[in-house]
């Protein structure tokens, strides 16, 4: 996972490092297609015969993976596993963790209802334990839940809440998502001067992490103010970067 997705590391430590191993990005990636299904299975066996650490942070630790590639019902499989694990430790952190994942992939799999259930409580949960980063994880996933519902004064304030604690915590990755998130909902409010700022913004955050997947979705979001305002050339040369990128990087959401 360091070697496939280097700047986000929204994962647990593992100690010492192998010395052996993929370390670039497409090797890694290679890697993790080959071995998903053991991956998978790995997480299973471990919350079910007594080892509920492993499956905890196994499955925080392939969650971006499954996401981006996507593999929803693997991304789900792997986070209930580490639900019932983490409560079973006692690791309210952990809950917050797994509820938050298990809330994302209904969302992306369009059940709102439930979606919004489980980042509810992931969200609770955060703010009882102080987990400031995940916390703004979680409200911008909630964002992303208000902008599927049509409700966008919410989406737009909890992506301001989670910018701020983004910043205050030093996390890029989730700074750039916040902003791209602004902009999205400027250019939903057809207010394409507004959007252009974070927008931009966001991708020079991007670019000063060398992270694809980001600035994938970055040029994509630029090219939907410029395709608001009209201007078609600047459209297509952003959403042919952006697609070009996501192909790169392998990210087969955002390609879509």
Same mark, same amino acid.
């Given at each position: 996972?360091?070697? %496939?997705?280097?700047?986000?590391r929204r994962?647990?430590?593992?100690?010492?490092?192998?010395?052996?191993?993929?370390?670039d +990005?497409?090797?890694?990636?290679?890697?993790?297609?080959?071995?998903?299904?053991?991956?998978?299975?790995a997480?299973?066996?471990?919350?079910?015969?007594?080892?509920?650490?492993?499956?905890?942070?196994?499955?925080?630790?392939?969650?971006? &993976?499954? =996401?981006?590639?996507?593999?929803?019902?693997?991304? =789900?499989?792997?986070?209930?596993? %580490?639900?019932?694990?983490?409560?079973?430790?006692?690791?309210?952190a952990?809950?917050?963790?797994?509820? #938050?994942?298990?809330? +994302?992939? &209904? *969302?992306?799999?369009?059940?709102?209802?439930?979606? =919004?259930?489980?980042?509810?409580?992931?969200?609770?949960?955060?703010?009882?334990?102080?987990?400031?980063?995940?916390?703004? *994880? #979680?409200?911008?996933?909630?964002? +992303?839940?208000?902008?599927?519902?049509?409700?966008y004064?919410?989406?737009?304030?909890?992506?301001?809440?989670a910018?701020?604690?983004?910043r205050?915590a030093?996390?890029?990755?989730?700074e750039?998502?916040?902003l791209?998130?602004?902009?999205?909902?400027?250019?939903?409010?057809?207010? &394409?001067?507004?959007?252009?700022?974070?927008?931009?913004?966001a991708?020079?955050? #991007?670019?000063?992490?060398?992270?694809?997947?980001?600035?994938?979705?970055?040029?994509?979001?630029?090219?939907?103010?410029?395709?608001g305002?009209?201007?078609?050339?600047?459209?297509?040369?952003?959403?042919?970067?952006?697609?070009?990128?996501?192909?790169?990087?392998?990210?087969?959401?955002?390609e879509?």
């Amino acid at each position: 996972m360091d070697g %496939a997705f280097p700047e986000e590391r929204r994962r647990p430590g593992i100690g010492a490092k192998p010395s052996v191993g993929p370390t670039d +990005s497409a090797r890694a990636k290679a890697w993790l297609d080959a071995e998903r299904a053991n991956l998978v299975a790995a997480t299973s066996q471990a919350a079910e015969d007594g080892w509920p650490r492993h499956a905890c942070d196994l499955a925080q630790t392939l969650w971006l &993976y499954l =996401m981006t590639a996507p593999h929803y019902t693997e991304a =789900m499989s792997t986070n209930r596993h %580490a639900l019932e694990a983490a409560r079973g430790l006692g690791d309210r952190a952990a809950e917050g963790d797994a509820l #938050t994942n298990i809330g +994302s992939v &209904y *969302w992306r799999t369009g059940r709102l209802d439930e979606a =919004m259930r489980y980042l509810d409580r992931a969200l609770a949960i955060r703010r009882e334990v102080g987990d400031r980063a995940g916390e703004g *994880w #979680t409200l911008n996933n909630l964002a +992303s839940v208000y902008w599927s519902c049509g409700r966008y004064e919410l989406f737009s304030l909890h992506c301001r809440r989670a910018l701020d604690i983004f910043r205050a915590a030093g996390d890029r990755v989730g700074e750039y998502t916040a902003l791209n998130n602004l902009s999205m909902v400027y250019w939903r409010w057809h207010r &394409y001067a507004e959007a252009l700022d974070p927008a931009q913004e966001a991708l020079a955050v #991007t670019r000063k992490m060398s992270y694809g997947h980001g600035e994938a979705n970055a040029l994509n979001t630029l090219s939907l103010v410029y395709l608001g305002w009209g201007r078609f050339t600047e459209t297509l040369e952003y959403t042919e970067q952006a697609l070009a990128l996501a192909c790169e990087v392998g990210d087969r959401y955002s390609e879509g």
